[in-house]
Nanobody, 125 residues
Framework: EVQLVESGGGLVQTGGSLGLSCSLSGVTFDEYAVGWFRQVPGKEREGLGCIKSPDSHRYIKDSWKDRFTITSDDAKKTIYLQMNNLKPEDTADYFC??????????????????WGQGTQVTDDS
């Protein structure tokens, strides 16, 4: 069974940095994308970016390209979201998700088959 577990959320000051992790297990086929999404309560979930296995092609939406970075450690089956210069509007629940097999790296909900439970990031300013 495929599972994704996010970690690393917490309180952060405006202008601070935070790194989130997404640990995968149960993945059999090595051609998929992992996306990062976030959702503010009462608002629609939005895609931030993604990274593709096995070629590590990555994409981050322009809105966050200068502050967020997505990387992966294939040996650990872990994908990271590094967030810098955090702002109050970054307060949200952050989710990672694994795409359907052989789907491209696109931060669109319908490309993803499995989702983690999320980790909360709160601006504490």
């Amino acid at each position: 069974e495929v599972q994704l577990v996010e970690s690393g959320g917490g309180l952060v000051q405006t202008g601070g940095s935070l790194g989130l992790s997404c640990s995968l297990s149960g993945v059999t086929f090595d051609e998929y994308a992992v996306g990062w999404f976030r959702q503010v309560p009462g608002k629609e979930r939005e895609g931030l970016g993604c990274i593709k296995s096995p070629d590590s092609h990555r994409y981050i939406k322009d809105s966050w390209k200068d502050r967020f970075t997505i990387t992966s450690d294939d040996a650990k089956k872990t994908i990271y979201l590094q967030m810098n210069n955090l702002k109050p509007e970054d307060t949200a629940d952050y989710f990672c998700a694994k795409s359907w097999w052989r789907r491209p790296c696109l931060p669109l909900d319908d490309q993803y088959e499995y989702w983690g439970q999320g980790t909360q990031v709160t601006d504490d300013s």
